[in-house]
């Protein structure tokens, strides 16, 4: 018996890292090696055809020097500024709304306002990019009776991202907001009730009480929208019409464009990968900063 | 629950979110508008929102562009054959960190962790090379190969296998002698379907419209994707809004469709997805 059971033990432990090994095989092949690889490419001026010289730190040197990099990099903050904070701020009022106890027709309201987020960031591109039309777009049109535009939304810098933001916002909000409702819903009811009995109002229990509660989900929206708004492609390509360039003057040339304009288009892989780097690098102090702060109010509510 | 603010009481409650539901549906809806004029409706002031009869004249203009049915068929494949092989790579490595006993399994999902937060676009480049070495650009299979395995999967499936299945019943199923793969297939995975399928359902959603690796790594009509066929039509020399978005809209509905029918699930999972998280 005893024999058996050791017998099982080893078989046990044979199987676990048998079934460990899919996952890690194909984990290690097609993500983590090239992403160790982009370090090492990117000490090289790299040719898509095949030449391959070391230049040492020549590509760093020279993205430090680039203009682009830094017009890219302003780009993509201000897109993502424009979008993840407005979304959340807005996915947490209509989570609070379709908390409401009384509320009929969930599971209807709920599918509604996640319905965007199935929609592919192209199909979002395309037509957002004609509803925000220069001349005869229907948002400009709209905009005709508050007595302002046309907004030139496809020429200027700013407008323009604030258009793709929008796209973003509009995919995003309800896709956040059930995430929201869920931790709302996750509040242990008692904590209002006594609240209710000290006489607090509705708007210190939110500060007081919702807030501090669900501050690891309000956490985990802002590191996974910072993730996924830094590396934005689809939308400014799109939007854009032209291609990798960003834009006639790059003014919606984001980070990730810049690096597929190096690769794919100048076939200057060496140098794409060191702005690879650079957006790797950016993306992990931003993430960094937002799990110590995140970890720091935690530990502090405890 | 106790929160409901005073102004959020019922007529300016169902009106705020009859609005956002508005906002929600209106592209949708306005992609068919527009899909269905002709040339002039994008134009006109004030604004067309009544659909038009000119989808004949514009579906033809698409198909000239691409062939419809072969871009379904690789859209198809690819999301179907990704999504079915990640559920079978997360949910056996779920069950391994769940319920094996072996050492290093605490270190070694403490990895996969950190491999959480590693943002994988910007590993392109080499992933562009190897597929070029193999023999593999403009291929389906390239499309596959990198979404077989997902962090979010094996995160996702170990939390089911987690609070599902009984160990109690690994531990019954060894005694029989049944091989732990059986275990696996046989008692496991029917008490995870739910999550399972939600896994599904996301990775479908996403194999479908991922754009920016299809683009580059797909050359020829043939092997086009659905968002690479949109993007061909909004290409500067094809200025026709009505069969961009037309071919936008026809290029989402059968997404469209899957979310009609499983919108509860995938509700859930998303709801579920923030608890665990």
Redesign the interface.
């Known amino acids: 018996m005893s024999k058996a059971i050791h017998i ?2 080893k ?7 048998l ?2 090994s ?3 095989l ?2 290690g ?7 160790i ?2 370090f090492y ?1 990117s000490f090289f001026k790299w040719d898509l055809l095949g030449t391959q010289e070391w230049v040492g730190l020549d590509n760093y040197i020279e993205l430090v020097a680039d203009e682009r990099f830094y017009s890219s990099l302003s780009n993509t903050i201000s897109i993502f500024l424009l979008s993840s904070a407005p979304q959340l701020v807005a996915a947490l009022l ?1 989570a ?8 009929r027709f969930r ?1 209807f ?8 987020f ?7 591109a ?3 990019g ?2 925000f ?1 220069d ?4 948002v400009n ?1 709209a905009l005709g009776f508050l007595g302002v535009g046309p907004v030139p939304w496809h020429a200027d810098g700013l407008a323009g991202q604030f258009v793709i933001a929008m796209m973003v916002n ?1 995919r995003w909000t ?2 956040n907001t ?10 242990p ?1 008692e904590l ?2 006594a609240a ?1 009995v000290d006489g607090a109002t ?1 708007l210190s ?2 500060f007081n009480i ?1 807030i501090p509660q669900i501050r690891p ?1 309000i956490f ?1 929206t802002v590191v996974t929208s910072t ?1 996924g708004g ?2 934005i ?2 939308e400014p ?2 939007f854009s ?1 032209t291609g990798y360039a960003g834009g006639s003057d790059g003014q919606f040339r984001t980070m ?1 464009l810049f ?2 304009d190096q ?2 288009a100048q076939l200057r ?1 060496g140098y ?2 060191a702005i ?2 650079g ?2 690098l950016i ?1 992990a102090i931003i ?1 960094g900063a937002n799990f110590l702060i995140s970890s720091k109010l935690v530990k502090a509510d405890k | 629950m106790k929160i409901s603010f005073s102004w959020l009481k019922q007529p300016s409650l169902y009106g705020m979110l009859i609005i956002v539901a508005l906002l929600s549906l209106f592209p949708f809806y306005w992609m068919y508008v527009i899909g269905s004029s002709d040339n002039s409706a994008i134009a006109t002031i004030p604004p067309t929102i009544v659909p038009g009869n000119n989808w004949p004249a514009n579906f033809a203009q698409i198909t000239e562009m691409f062939n419809i049915w072969t871009v379904y068929r690789n859209s198809f494949i690819v999301a179907a054959v990704t999504a079915i092989l990640q559920v079978f790579t997360s949910t056996l490595a779920g069950f391994a960190f769940a319920k094996l006993r072996f050492r290093g399994n605490q270190a070694l999902f403490g990895v996969v962790m950190v491999f959480l937060m590693i943002p994988l676009q910007l590993g392109i480049i080499p992933l562009y090379l190897l597929m070029s070495k193999i023999g593999l650009v403009d291929t389906l299979a390239a499309l596959i190969l990198p979404y077989v395995v997902s962090v979010f999967g094996v995160f996702w499936m170990r939390q089911a296998m987690l609070s599902n299945v009984p160990s109690e019943l690994i531990d019954s199923g060894a005694v029989d002698g049944a091989g732990f793969f059986r275990i696996y297939w046989s008692l496991a995975l029917p008490l995870v379907r739910s999550s399972a399928f939600v896994l599904l359902l996301f990775t479908f959603l996403t194999a479908w419209n991922d754009f920016a690796w299809p683009l580059i790594i797909t050359q020829t009509p043939d092997n086009f994707t659905a968002q690479v066929a949109v993007s061909q039509l909004n290409s500067a020399n094809n200025p026709s809004y009505p069969s961009i978005l037309g071919g936008s809209l026809l290029m989402a509905l059968p997404l469209i469709a899957m979310f009609i029918v499983t919108a509860k699930q995938f509700v859930a999972g998303v709801m579920d997805g923030a608890v665990k998280g």
């Open positions: 099982s033990r078989e046990e432990s044979r199987a676990g890292y079934f460990l899919p996952f890690f194909l984990f092949i097609f993500g983590l090696l090239p992403i690889f982009t490419v209509l609070l709304v379709l908390n409401n106890k009384k509320l599971t309201w709920r599918s509604v306002i996640l319905f965007p199935i929609t592919s960031t192209v199909a979002v395309v037509v957002f004609a509803m039309a001349n005869g777009g229907m049109w509009w309800g896709y059930l995430i929201f409702l869920a931790a709302l819903q996750a509040i009811a209002y009730e209710e509705k229990q939110f919702t989900t985990f993730i830094l590396q492609f689809a390509y799109m019409g990730t690096l597929f690769a794919f892989l794409s990968s690879a780097v957006l790797f993306i993430a």
